[in-house]
């Protein structure tokens, strides 16, 4: 069952009496799978594997092992693909893969126009949360024209941990200096959702960009 969806208000635990709303200060958006396709998820390692005639056990056994680390920006995609895929001799060239890891991202022109709503609308600050290697989430900032919507972006390579390990979300929250009751967190996977639940940041379910903007509509933010 899909977490419900949060009420347009919440009530805050400090300097408020009870009962007292507390709006919507800051509003998270997850990027893969929510403004655009996974960066490197199993569909794209899929078509690695078939693109390149890779020994699909052994290559996603050893990413397995790695992608921990490549997330957590404790290796280079570099050293990823050297344990990944360039351990043995291939026919492709390193920037070759990696051309191809790119070209997988594609961006969702109707889910970022949400977010460029609600960026326009001024009443929230925004920022990104999610998982990703630095280069490739350097890449898809670029190719999705994210820059101009999101001031900020907390991704895993440069806080050091992963979605859904709740230090994430504390470490995002520590750093926007926001109340977890004034957050509302967008994100395609349900166990993504719980742990900023837990810390009692308000959260969407995305599925589509029509009941998204629907949802940030009931909640008052467009």
Not at 43 to 52: D, K, P
Not at 131 to 144: A, D, G, P, V, W
Not at 180 to 188: E, K, S, T
Request: with cysteine.
């Amino acid at each position: 069952m899909n977490p419900p969806l949060a009420k347009p208000a919440l009530e805050r635990s400090e300097g408020r009496a009870s009962g007292e709303a507390v709006d919507v200060e800051l509003v998270l958006f997850d990027i893969g799978g929510v403004l655009g396709s996974n960066g490197w998820d199993a569909e794209q390692r899929a078509a690695a594997v078939e693109a390149f005639g890779l020994d699909d056990a052994d290559f996603q056994y050893r990413h397995e092992e790695t992608v921990g680390a490549l997330e957590s920006g404790q290796m280079s995609l570099d050293e990823y693909l050297d344990v990944t895929v360039f351990s043995a001799d291939r026919r492709v060239s390193r920037d070759e893969f990696k051309a191809f890891m790119f070209a997988q991202s594609v961006p969702w022109p109707a889910s970022i126009a949400v977010a460029r709503e609600l960026a326009s609308a001024g009443r929230v600050r925004l920022a990104t949360l999610n998982n990703e290697s630095e280069e490739l989430n350097q890449h898809r900032i670029r190719k999705f024209g994210l820059h101009d919507i999101f001031p900020t972006f907390f991704t895993s390579c440069w806080l050091g941990v992963r979605k859904p390990m709740r230090e994430m979300y504390h470490r995002a929250l520590g750093m926007a200096q926001a109340d977890p009751r004034a957050v509302l967190f967008i994100d395609d996977r349900p166990q993504n959702l719980a742990p900023a639940s837990a810390l009692g940041m308000r959260t969407l379910h995305f599925t589509t960009a029509e009941k998204l903007r629907g949802d940030l509509r009931e909640l008052r933010l467009l």
